[in-house]
């Protein structure tokens, strides 16, 4: 894929990624678009997000995001980054009324979309995708900046399991670019406020350890967001805390987004493939991180994930 070729003669192009957009979706959606401005001046490039977390204000482009999806006009070109069509929720209709579709992502689950399509499993992160695309014509400190935000927030900083060789060396190389990179992970990654704080110390004193331990969940009902006055937003990092309670192999993270409707988070080690869980229920992801949204109570919820968990543990055994 070479990204100028195919935004060729565009003079309006869009980029958007997934609804909830997290680190690496919204480090890719920025470090493209200002690629994009940087070689192609005279075109019009919006990036089209849903509520980007406010966590990622300092990177550049951020002030500019635009949530109004009312866009009537076709554009030239759009980019699904991070996702596939279904996933772009109100940037969808922009995508599909689009001259040119082209989807970059890293995600297994994904098949595919669009007119051009590169999707890399393999690849920690969107961002790192990008950085073979976009490194061809030319990365400035900005850019940088925002892949390195991207790659660090999909591989738990150089932690989780789908850091590779490869991942390490573009981190090296991106930081010689100048930014301050302790401070981005410091503040993008580890800092907290003080209700995350409070709403993440209830989710780990209520959570429960089942299948011998090895298998732990917990909750936070829609009762619960209100009380302690916080978003969808303010529960990351809960499932990954949760991982790390010792003898833990497969975590699991609900909160309630309707009546009997949970949005459902899991991590795992090399014990529990929960991409699989998850694209069971119409979900997906890594191998190590995935997520989907599913109806029933909480028990019900737990009872059919654990279902497929405990046969892979099986399995594995």
Partial sequence: MNILQDCSGAKRIGISGHIRPDG??????????????KQMPDAQVTVFLENPPETFKD?????????????????????????????????????????????IDHHISNKGCGDVSLVVPEASATAEVLYDLLVQ???????????????????????????????????????QFGFNFPKIIEETFYQKTYLQTQIMGRALMESIRFMDGACIVSCVDKREMEFYNVTSKDLDGIVNQLRNIEGVHC????????????KVSMRSDEMVNV??????FGGGGHIRAAGCTMKGTFHDCVNNLSFHIEKQMKEKN
């Fill in 137 to 175: 014509g030319g990365i400035n400190k900005e850019i940088a900046e925002a892949l390195y935000v991207g790659i660090i927030h999909d591989c738990g900083v150089f932690q989780y399991s789908n850091t590779s060789p490869k991942t390490m060396e573009i981190g090296a190389k991106l930081i």
């Fill in 251 to 262: 975590a699991i993270f609900m909160y309630q987004i309707d009546v009997l409707e949970y």
């Fill in 24 to 37: 690496d979706c919204v480090g890719s959606c920025l470090a493209l678009c200002s690629f994009l401005k």
């Fill in 59 to 103: 990177l550049v482009g951020f002030d500019e995001i635009s949530g109004d999806f009312d866009v009537q006009e076709p554009m030239d070109v759009f980019f699904a980054l991070d996702c596939s069509e279904d996933r772009l929720g109100g940037a969808q209709p922009i995508y599909e009324k689009a001259v040119k579709k082209i989807n």
């Fill in 275 to 280: 991409a699989e869980v998850a694209s069971y």
